[in-house]
């Protein structure tokens, strides 16, 4: 699954001409065959020298071997991986993370791993900020080349990862078509920490999501925290706190997410004004976007319209950008 879900979201990428976006490669240590935890073998046609072209890296996970690199990597895959040019970006699915913390690319970053093996990840590498709660983690910068480094939590979370660096490249709109085309969502709520088993079980009879419905055909409006408790029928308190157990995220930080959402779809998709574009999303006023634009995502609302949909204001003709979906010869890498 991990492997696969990288060619299915990367292959299906398409320009507003129709074209791939991505080219998709599978490597491994040794090209040939490979074992797998399943009852089938895959074959990897392709040897570490296809790290050397990549701009983009992925890390499938093997749960077979990840979690036993105490020591270090072996040294063909440590030699495998120093191929990969400086500034290229790298990112792992699931326990994959290990291989990155072994390699020394996440010592000082935050980053995650299948809820299962956080702990175990924590103690094995002291130096990285394990965030045990969220489905993917962008951990920013790594050596002195500037490639970034990601990682996500289990094996399903792979495919949010992939829809976020989608939608880094090539925008909010690519990211959704192919979302579409998965039959996925192209944003998922929440993070792994629904998933994990609790001791105690849950109350039952009571969710926030109609709240959430609610906001998301209002978004325009200046919703308060108030007038979400109140369409579940809650106490601001209770509310707030069974928000954050099914979304991660507290309710003005969620409003906040759909709304910069909203506004990166309209700079994508319409020629509305940027003062336009700030009232029908939520934020108001235009200084109010520009800030959460700058600190959400580092540029100006008119610097994303230009990137997404070029200088011109029509959608961007984009150029292919090689993928490398990193292979192994151990099982289910």
């Known amino acids: 699954m991990e492997l696969g879900l990288v060619h299915q979201l990367f292959g299906s ?41 990549a701009d983009t ?15 270090g990597l072996p040294p063909a895959l440590t030699a495998a991986l120093d191929r990969i040019p400086p500034g290229s970006r790298i990112a792992s699915i699931c326990t994959g993370a290990f291989v990155l913390a072994a390699h020394g690319l996440l010592d000082g970053r935050s980053a995650t791993t299948h809820w299962l093996s956080t702990d175990h990840f924590a103690r094995t590498y002291p130096a990285v900020r394990v965030e045990p ?47 579409r085309r998965t039959v996925v969502p192209p944003h998922r709520e929440g993070g792994q920490a629904q998933y994990i088993p609790r001791p105690v079980a849950e109350p039952g009879g009571s969710s926030t999501s109609a ?18 408790a109140d369409h579940e029928a809650m106490s601001v308190r ?3 706190r069974r928000f954050r157990e099914e979304t991660g995220l507290t309710p ?14 309209f700079l994508e998709e319409t020629d509305h004004t940027v003062d336009r574009v700030a009232a029908e999303s939520g934020f108001g ?49």
């Not at 003005?252 to 779809?265: D, G, I, N, P």
């Not at 634009?293 to 949909?309: E, I, K, M, W």
Request: hydrophobic content about 40%; charged content about 20%.
């Open 211 to 228: 709240a959430r419905a609610w906001a998301l055909n209002r978004l325009e409006q200046p919703l308060t925290l108030r007038e979400l």
């Open 57 to 71: 890296v992925l890390v499938p996970a093997s749960h077979e071997e990840d979690e036993s690199y105490v020591e």
């Open 285 to 333: 006023t235009a200084a109010s976007l520009r800030q959460h634009f700058q600190t959400v995502l580092g540029v100006s609302p008119r610097a994303y319209r230009v990137t997404f949909r070029g200088p011109g204001g029509g959608p961007k003709a984009a150029g292919p950008t090689p993928t490398a979906a990193s292979g192994g010869d151990t099982p289910g890498k």
């Open 13 to 53: 990428a398409r320009s507003a001409h129709g074209e791939p976006l991505y080219s998709v490669v599978t490597c491994a240590l040794t090209p040939g065959m490979i074992r797998t935890d399943a009852d089938f073998p895959i074959r990897a046609d392709h040897g570490p020298q296809a790290l050397a072209e």
């Open 133 to 179: 709660e969220v489905l993917y983690v962008d951990g920013g910068r790594y050596g002195d080349g500037g490639g970034r480094v990601l990682t996500s939590a289990g094996e399903a979370a792979g495919i949010d990862l992939c829809l976020h660096m989608i939608r880094c490249d090539f925008g909010a709109a690519v990211a959704a078509d192919v979302a």
């Open 252 to 265: 003005m930080q969620w409003l906040s997410k759909q709304r910069l959402a909203r506004a990166r779809q």
């Open 238 to 240: 209770t509310f707030s």
